[in-house]
């Protein structure tokens, strides 16, 4: 049996009930540590609150050297768990055709993700949000244009967008919302664009989480704290999405 | 204090443990009960989880009468639940505002939404999905082709479309697939559009979901069970995409 169980988005308190008790009553404990990150849980912790030994997953003990975890899923009861909500990344997909290949049950218990939370920390509707993209940290001279086309693509149907900044876990190399504008604005400068307005989230899910609207400068300029970051750009505000920005996110 | 909790999606379970630790401590429990449902647990199992009277808000207690809710949040602990992630309808980002006004202080907790559990249940890429649209029982003459149009656009873009179906709660009238589907091909008759393939959800979040993916003619001959139920319109697949589909929603 392998439940994949999505851990929420901040720390070992973001689990739900039932997932807890999966874990709980799990034979084998294995966490996915390379596309997402709970901040606020280095896994000593999670261990000491499952009060279960944690097996860490790179990338090649899941995309090569899966049977270790459908060896454990076949013999017994093995959690797989992930940061926010859980088979988002193609990866886990693959593994889940795996286990069923080797006919071992696979069930899903879910939990809350940053997609739909930055709806309720930015007050922005969810049916708004046209398709999300990722900013990757430029590498020699690799340097994508595509968040500035999904951006732009979104704003001619006045779409809200939401832009995931990179996460390199190996390197706890985390982008910053200020390196995501400059990127972001350079991208937009190379094909005569502009981004007016920016909605920047920092430690959505935890009990301190920053929101802050205004245009590029003042972005670069405002303080964050730690990460990790997330990016909205906005489409045309809707009158009541306004208001809320102004009153929880300082929009002038 | 007024705390906005996401309950997750289908029972008392759900709900994260930081979640269940506001709830047990506030000094009073609202949930609203307008704009969606914990289809697993009636009023009566929350309040005998979480050992606490709840009080059930309908629209009016929201938008109209919201003192009740906010004297609670002024003088003591309120929570306020509901189904899914919090904050995520425009009623609640009012009420949120109507709080600070009164300088009362908000935090969010998040629950898991329907918005990404559709993305693992399914295998459909949760960065692949464009706008949402939410299909609504007809009244009279009124027949609404905002669906129609939604999944168009987002098909020409090559990009998915979570399609919403109707909660009527107080009638308790929750649309099937069937119903759904009916309406969509009536929809794209009149406009001379085709929708080639769906994939159908029911009770996301439950342990036992069924998800099924076929064109018209199967998705109206399949029995999906008791609701909830939500749509996928998919763009063209990936070839993972393909193969979970095959093996979890007996696509052929």
Redesign the interface.
């Known amino acids: 049996m392998l439940t994949?169980i999505?851990l929420?988005?901040f720390d070992?308190?973001?689990?739900?009930?039932?997932g807890?008790?999966a874990i709980k009553s799990a034979d084998t404990v294995f966490l996915e540590v390379y596309t997402s990150v709970l901040m606020g849980a280095p896994i000593e912790r999670l261990e000491a609150f499952y009060g279960k030994k944690i097996t860490p997953l790179y990338r090649e003990d899941v995309e090569i050297h899966a049977d270790k975890i459908l060896d454990a899923a076949e013999f017994g009861n093995a959690v797989f768990l992930t940061a926010?909500?859980?088979?988002?990344a193609?990866t886990?997909?693959?593994l889940?055709?795996r286990a069923?290949d080797r006919n071992i049950p696979t069930?899903?218990i879910?939990?809350?993700?940053i997609?739909?939370?930055v709806?309720?920390?930015s007050?922005l509707?969810?049916?708004?949000?046209?398709?999300?993209?990722?900013v990757p940290f430029p590498y020699g001279k690799w340097f994508p244009m595509t968040p500035i086309e999904v951006i732009s693509?979104n704003l001619k149907?006045n779409?809200h967008t939401l832009v995931f900044l990179d996460i390199q876990k190996d390197k706890e190399r985390y982008m910053k919302i200020s390196e995501a504008v400059d990127l972001l604005e350079e991208q937009a400068r190379r094909v005569d664009a502009g981004i007016p307005l920016y909605v920047g989230i920092a430690r959505?899910?935890s009990?301190e989480p920053t929101v802050h609207a205004g245009n590029a400068e003042e972005m670069k300029a405002f303080d964050f704290g730690s990460p990790l970051h997330i990016l909205i750009v906005p489409a045309t505000l809707h009158e009541?999405?306004r208001?809320?920005l102004e009153?929880?996110a300082g929009l002038c």
């Open positions: 994949f999505g929420g988005l070992e308190y973001d689990v739900s009930v039932r807890l008790d926010g909500d859980s088979m988002v193609t886990h997909s693959d889940r055709i069923a069930t899903i879910h939990g809350a993700s997609t739909t939370a709806c309720g920390l007050g509707q969810n049916y708004r949000f046209g398709k999300s993209v990722s693509a149907e779409l959505a899910g009990p009541i999405e208001e809320y009153r929880f």
